[in-house]
């Protein structure tokens, strides 16, 4: 068993090798406990996917496609959209909570994750993707509808949310309160004990998930 577990550990050190060693210098994260390691790698591909992504709806919906979706005095104002980055960067470091937990208990053996999909078979890695994909969208439905049912819940956590609900206090930058982020994020990985996936399944996911924040509030800006 200790064993098998070591290939999970091998391959977040394999990941933790690429992102980190591509962009920081090693004396700053080799010392740190895996971890620690593991959530740098984590916020730090976060960071990247937020800045790269929302700033490239930015420029296309801004600038390239400027009165074709949007006003030009619908545009958030610059002030606007630096609050917007300063609230997804206060919310990056807890959202790269959720993967590190997983990838630790993973790593840990208390999950049905599995290395490699040919240790299952194809029909059987699909069926649990589906399993796993329903589970996920019933769940988030409906922690959305009670946050909007509960009113506690929504004046405490959800009312932020829907405070960026015109074209000129939206955009592709917009960020989420923290509290939420956690709690829309957790329908994603509270499964992950009971779904078998792969663990580059898991990476995946994090990562479209990451990016579907990003999607939504740009659709939210289209007519």
């Known amino acids: 068993m200790e064993e098998y577990l070591q290939l999970f550990k091998s391959e977040t050190d394999f990941y933790n090798q690429i992102v980190l060693g591509s962009l920081l210098p090693e004396n700053i994260w080799r010392s740190l406990p895996?971890?620690?390691?593991?959530?740098?790698?984590?916020?730090?591909?976060?960071?990247?996917?937020?800045?790269?992504?929302?700033?490239?709806?930015?420029?296309?919906?801004?600038?390239?496609?400027?009165?074709?979706?949007?006003?030009?005095?619908?545009?958030?104002?610059?002030?606007?959209?630096?609050?917007?980055?300063?609230?997804?960067?206060?919310?990056?470091?807890?959202?790269?909570?959720?993967?590190?937990?997983?990838?630790?208990?993973?790593?840990?053996?208390?999950?049905?994750c599995f290395s490699r999909i040919s240790e299952v078979g194809w029909f059987a890695y699909l069926v649990y993707i589906m399993?796993?994909?329903?589970?996920?969208?019933?769940?988030?439905?409906?922690?959305?509808?009670?946050?909007?049912?509960?009113?506690?819940?929504?004046?405490?956590?959800?009312?932020?949310?829907?405070?960026?609900n015109k074209q000129h206090k939206l955009s592709p930058l917009a960020g989420k309160f923290f509290l939420l982020l956690l709690i829309g994020g957790l329908p994603s990985y509270i499964p992950f004990s009971a779904f078998q996936r792969s663990f580059e399944t898991r990476i995946s996911s994090i990562f479209l998930s990451t990016r579907h924040g990003l999607k939504k509030n740009t659709c939210h800006l289209l007519p």
């Open 34 to 112: 895996h971890v620690c390691r593991t959530w740098l790698r984590n916020y730090v591909a976060g960071v990247l996917v937020y800045s790269i992504t929302g700033f490239l709806w930015c420029f296309y919906i801004y600038y390239l496609k400027r009165d074709v979706y949007i006003r030009g005095d619908a545009i958030p104002s610059t002030k606007t959209m630096v609050l917007h980055v300063k609230a997804s960067m206060r919310s990056l470091p807890w959202f790269a909570a959720l993967p590190t937990f997983s990838e630790y208990a993973v790593e840990n053996g208390w999950t049905m």
């Open 131 to 164: 399993a796993y994909i329903v589970f996920v969208e019933f769940v988030t439905y409906w922690i959305h509808r009670k946050l909007h049912d509960i009113k506690p819940l929504y004046k405490c956590l959800h009312v932020q949310h829907h405070s960026y």
